[in-house]
């Protein structure tokens, strides 16, 4: 079957030079897991803290599921994040010592049905930074739209 992404948080790498990647499980109840299965969640405003040796994704919106009782959860509240002491210790070293911040990547279902994030170890981008990655894919893109001109003969 393989895994399912569910949400893309495209901002992140444009705003955020990602060094390193790290798979979380994330804590949900019934109502959020099935809003996730229903593709209903936003991480464009969400980061990740880690607390009191806990780590926590804070801003991310899952969306209350339409068919839910009364006791529907909140969209935008504060969701525990499954890693292991050592992971989180490591973490914690290299973000306070380097000025790096944790950012959510994607959401996904793993072959197993569980929701998994992908959180991502990155350095604000400076304006100039951007402007360099933006001017780099254009370059790219022209470069391989001449290749294929000049396959088709033009």
Known sequence: MGEKTIALNRRARHEYLIIDTIEAGIVLTGSEI??????KVNLSDAYARIDRN??????????????????NHEPKRVRKLLLHRSEIDELKGRMGAKGLSLIPLRLYLSDRGRAKLELGLGRGKQL???????????????????????????
Do not use: P
Request: hydrophobic fraction near 40%; proline fraction near 0%; aromatic fraction near 6%.
């Open 34 to 39: 099935k809003s996730v299965r229903a593709n």
């Open 54 to 71: 806990e780590a926590w994704l804070i801003g991310a919106h899952i969306a209350q599921f339409a068919e839910a009782n009364r006791w």
């Open 128 to 154: 100039h930074d951007k402007r360099r990655d933006i001017a780099d894919r254009e370059a790219k893109r022209d470069v391989a739209r001449e290749m294929a001109d000049a396959r088709r003969g033009r």
